[in-house]
């Protein structure tokens, strides 16, 4: 029988790093700077008995190098006494913890304490591929957001063309699978004061409708990475002709669509459509979803679709 301990690295940084982090901090708050033990424990969101004990916890520590501790504690309170967000106090503690686990402190205190993980990569490997991951889902946002500023830019002309649900730009991960590996503006995008603005910021598993729509075209062209949607009329139509752009079609219909109705039609379509048009039906507001390489390629060309159905007469 093999036996499994589920004790990751984690658990470890919270019973021995952790502590000894803010002990230190604490030592220098209160010895350098005067403060008292309760204006301390506030701000490190603490106990104030907690406070009292630093000298005794780091005088505890045998896992970590002394000098490491007290320059990354330094560092870490001069953020604190400067005001930092609790975002950016995070993002260091984070980032010397991921260092200390990739064969630091923290991987040799985990060997230890497990003598099976002597021969563990875990950290390594893991953090190396979030990394990655991390640079892909940070690209997306951004996207995102140069996609929204051009819309926003070209809102005079977009606003005649924005849906009464109101619209949203989609854009997902190289290898999605779900609506949580896209990214949108939760909330979606709408008109305020004739100007295209986002209710939020845009987040992954920020739309379900739309995200779900771009995975079934993606089941049928990998190329297509994003997605947004105006409203569809005669002038848009004329516009996709004008613009020679290839669209695919959702006839009206009398009962609510499922997404086996979007999946069919693209299957049948086959790769290389540059728009979706659902024509509306029971309850569905005709629309034409158009299709990128990325955000900001859909956005250009949503653009361009509306400003040339604005000139149709």
Known sequence: MIV????PPCELVVRYFLPQIRARIAK???????????EVARVLKVTTSSIIKYRRIISENKWFDEEALNNFARRITSLIVTNSSHQDLIGELCKYCFSLRILGDICRLHRTQFPDLVNCSVCSV????????AGER??????LHEALSLIATSSETLVHFVPEVRTNIVMALEDAESVTDVAAFPGRLTVVKNRIVAVSSPEFGGSKHMARILLEARRVDKSVR????????????????RLSLRAVYLEPSSRPRTMEDFSKVLMESGPGFDVLVDKGGYGVEPVAY???????????KTIRVSATALRVE
Not at 138 to 143: D, H, W
Not at 293 to 298: G, L, Q, S
Request: glycine share 4%.
């Open 4 to 7: 499994v301990a589920l004790r």
């Open 28 to 38: 220098i708050l209160s010895e350098e700077r005067g403060w008292k033990p309760a």
């Open 126 to 133: 893991t953090l190396s591929e979030r990394e990655e991951e």
């Open 138 to 143: 940070f690209e997306v946002i951004r996207q």
């Open 226 to 241: 994003a997605l947004t949607c105006i409203k569809y009329d005669r002038r848009v139509e004329e516009a996709l002709r």
């Open 290 to 300: 158009i299709f990128g390489k990325n955000a900001v390629d859909a956005a250009r």
